[in-house]
């Protein structure tokens, strides 16, 4: 039979005969053709013989219902988890209250206080020799880097309490806290795999959370999340599903589940790349940067950073945006760029960043005078 077509004829009599329970060698012999020619058929049109010993017959039966219930289970086990996935990321999807004036009639001066922290890339490590700076990186000293990050929001507040009346603060994690594997080199680079990273990432930011909370006697905490660029699971970034791909974002969903308890906690970890505030009469922007198109131009990065801001503003206007990726903290005003934890590397090097240490960004709004006080956080020891 090999290389000749079957008739419509002959597979209908192929069906019957098995369809009746003829073993495959009794269908071969019957219809005068090889076992492997038609068990190669039988395949192919996903034929399979019946057995017509009763006992056998039942077992199937059994086998059959058993699968049958267990899928059924399945998919309910499915629905209920997509449920629950779903009440979880609302609660994150919630547009934050806006922070209002509270000092009208006294003459205190009044102000927020916004802290950006991102591209800490903890899992990264740098070694020595990577880099003419000789900066050097490894989760021992993403941690005593991030401590620092958190007690120097802390001072900074503090500091700025002498002459303003400071009872919110904004807090922006904005992604690419971790490196994941979206790259072959980061395999190489990296110091635990993203499962691991987040198991030592997380209880981190929690307890820097915490931290603020309870040493700064806030009235509130906005927190505000960005997932980045690295902490995903597939090869591109994706438009519109990036957060479902991204462990960032999974990690500020439990975030929002574990600070649900605390009512000075608010916490906006929507699945979109841009968050927003507003406080006082401002409105804020919040997204990684990693949708900003730079090519390491002469002209720097302000120039495609103005460009997206301008397009950005189209779709909704804001007074103040606020970016990472670039690892260069810088503030143009209306623009804050956000520096790095993992600080001067072959990346940075890559893009021709200008050398910089390691640094988050900080700065006041104050409630009649708007943006004041920015500066970065050094956290390097
Ligand atoms: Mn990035």
Redesign the pocket.
Known sequence: MKGQEWSTKQVERLVKLVDKGYSIPNVAAAMGLSYAAVSGKMNKLGLHIQSTDPVSREVQKEQDAKAKRETKDLVAEVRRLRELVDVQSKLAAVPLPKIKRVELGSNLREATAVALLS?LHVEEKVLAGDTPIGNVYNLDIAERRLGRAFSGIEWLVNHHRAAWKIRNLVLWFG??MMSGQIHEENLETSDGTPIETLLWLYPRLLSGVNQLLTGLDLASLHLICSF???GRDTKTCRFAKGAGHSYEWGMYQRLAQDLKGDSRVKVLADPSEHQYAQVYDWDLHFH???RINYGGGVGGIMIPINKAVAQWDKVRHCDFHHF??FHQYFDHGNVVGNGSGIGYNSYAMGIKASPEPPQQAFYLLDSKRAKCCSSPIWVQE
């Open positions: 591209d992604g690419d980045g660029n690295h990684h940067g990693h990472g990726h």
